[in-house]
């Protein structure tokens, strides 16, 4: 049986704020193993156009994903809560094997078991070209520091 993933649902806007910054610093570490743990065994995900379901294949899925996004460094923040569902907004920054570099914005639905883990994830992305010297995110890869500025106090 999975190990509980507090915050637990039904979730308030305090507990979701944290569940959304766990979600953005276990990204940040780009280890996918990590990172599957914090969904079900059978989580499905619909990733742009790509369905994923368990937590194999989001290994894969992520595995893949940061050999291409190179440098990445996400920014999560809370939406909308309710219940067992979480929305976010996210951007995250990135640059190819060419160096060219993106940031990516987008949306995600969640939805949580009894247990805290993600049982499953919509996402939606749009990648948009950007200088190097436009970027924002430029703490050192992994956590975000606590005093960089979020998503509104950027601007984004």
């Known amino acids: 049986m999975p190990e509980p993933r507090?915050?637990?649902?039904?979730?308030?806007?305090?507990?979701?704020?944290?569940?959304?910054?766990?979600?953005?610093?276990?990204?940040?570490s780009r280890d996918p193993e990590r990172v599957a743990l914090a969904y079900t065994p059978d989580c499905r995900?619909?990733?742009?156009?790509?369905?994923i379901e368990g937590r194999a294949e989001i290994v894969r899925f992520l595995t893949d994903k940061w050999r291409r996004e190179q440098d990445y460094r996400l920014i999560k923040a809370l939406w909308a809560v309710?219940?067992?569902?979480?929305?976010?907004?996210?951007?995250?920054?990135?640059?190819?094997?060419?160096?060219?570099?993106?940031?990516s914005y987008g949306n995600e639905n969640?939805?949580?078991d009894a247990d805290g883990l993600m049982?499953?994830?919509i996402a939606s992305i749009n990648d948009?070209?950007?200088?190097?010297?436009?970027?924002?995110?430029?703490?050192?890869?992994?956590?975000?520091?606590?005093?960089?500025?979020?998503?509104?106090?950027?601007?984004?």
């Open 6 to 28: 507090p915050p637990l649902p039904p979730f308030t806007p305090e507990t979701a704020a944290i569940k959304v910054r766990l979600a953005e610093d276990g990204w940040n």
């Open 119 to 121: 049982r499953q994830r």
């Open 82 to 103: 309710s219940g067992d569902r979480i929305a976010v907004r996210f951007a995250y920054e990135w640059h190819d094997d060419s160096g060219n570099w993106f940031r």
């Open 128 to 156: 948009l070209p950007i200088a190097a010297t436009d970027r924002l995110f430029l703490w050192p890869q992994g956590r975000r520091p606590d005093d960089h500025p979020g998503l509104s106090a950027l601007g984004l």
């Open 45 to 51: 995900w619909r990733n742009r156009a790509t369905f």
């Open 110 to 112: 969640w939805a949580f």
